[in-house]
């Protein structure tokens, strides 16, 4: 009687390989950060967005270009038209080659361009035995379209805005990874503590049931809680097997997201219960503000609309361009002459198309831009609600969920004692099976109540870190290499 007294009151710890891999949850969280699937897609996303931006940033930098025809060799027949009208098919023999190189740099204020150009042609017919070169030793020009849309203009407003934007959500993106690695942790956790409660009603269930049958045999207990008892290990075998296979799931899905391997067995640790860190309403809107993809979206969203009115107005139907060009060009027979002497070459053209008639086209595009814009500006100020809104309550949540969290833990701490009596005095006699059932139920909620809490907590931590892009705890602003 002594020895089952001591197993009963003493902590029945599971056994576990040596090979055990045992997780904390910062650690479980690092993992799905470094080495999960979502975790690499992230990466590939702000590498995308990177390229995307140095693409911009090119469109404002100097083009140079070499581009020609070498050779340019022909030989066919081809029509000529003759005095009378009449047409003969003459043989063609020739070569017209050439080469180009040129720059040109564009002028993000004005949405003109600047070029420069340099030639050499060469032309030589076979049939007649003449050869002559034509060149463009320099030259230069600008050319600005008039009351015109300016793409450029505007890409300078919104582009950078993109890419701030792409890192941000980057940053956004790994801490919606450490709140999914969270929940699959405290999946893990929770299956694991129940199948520690499953397995410890079990052992205890069948010390119990030793116990009663030597109160059985001295008459102290009726057959009915003997039956009842048997029922009760029934029950926890039947929780055991279940609680099994909960936990083999949870693992496998904990695995699978932070990349894990699949050989050694995973034990994972209680997480802390206190957090030293102090969030108040408005630190964490103002880094939000400051941090968040979403508050630079609402101004690039601005922008975009403004940039669509700006489009609706400058494509008007109204289309005209300045050109202006000046340099030097010859032609001579030689190479060497080609060079001697150039002619001046200017060029000076306004090419304009004018709708006389577009039956209001340009008008109903004007409007539906500027009614859009204005219909951005209501989603912007909603969103912006919503935003400040969120941040509030998650700001109360947090705080709620470590109140939470302290009472469920006394209530854990009582519903243990409790039961550990209600054990004692079973085996004393005063206390009923029901009364003992009931304290088991209790005891196994408690725990369970414990770990929701200590999820609820977690989670609300990590919704924080996510919604402000603030480390609470480090006093600084969360940033990932």
Known sequence: MVWLLLLLTGYVAAQQPADTLRLSLQQVVQLAKTQSIAARQAATIRKTRYWQYRTYRSNYQPQL????ILPGYNK???????????????????NNSSVNLSFSQSIAATGGNIFGTTQLQRFDDFESEVTLYNSVPFGIGYTQPLWQFNPLKWDKKIEPLKYRESIQGYIESM??????????????LLAQVNLQIA?????????IQEIAREKLALGKVSKNEM??????????????????RDCEIAALNLRSYTGLSQADPVVLMLPETVINMEAKADKVLAEAYANRSDAIAFTRRIAEARRDVAKAKGDNGLNAALTAQLGYSKSAPTLGKVYRQPQDQQEVSITFSIPLLDWGRST???KTAQANMEFTSYEVEQAKQVFVQEIYTQVTLFTMMQEQLQ????????????????????????VSITDLSIAFQEKDQAKRDYIFALRNFWGAYY??????????????KIHYQ
Request: proline share 2%; charged share 25%.
């Open 65 to 68: 270009s070499l581009n020609g």
């Open 76 to 94: 066919t027949y081809t029509e000529v038209q003759q005095p009378d009208g009449s047409v003969l098919f003459q043989p063609v023999h020739n």
């Open 175 to 188: 801490e919606q990874i450490a709140i999914v690695a969270s929940g699959y942790f405290f999946d893990l």
């Open 199 to 207: 397995e410890t009603n079990l052992t205890n269930t069948k010390m």
């Open 227 to 244: 039956l009842q008892l048997e029922l009760e290990q029934l029950k926890s075998q039947k929780a055991v097997g279940s609680a099994r």
């Open 364 to 366: 109903s595009r004007l």
């Open 407 to 430: 009472l469920t833990m006394e209530a854990d701490g009582i519903a243990t004692e409790k039961y550990q009596i209600a054990k004692d005095r079973y085996v004393l006699g005063n």
């Open 463 to 476: 919704q924080l870190r996510y919604l402000s892009l603030y480390d609470f705890e480090k006093h600084e």
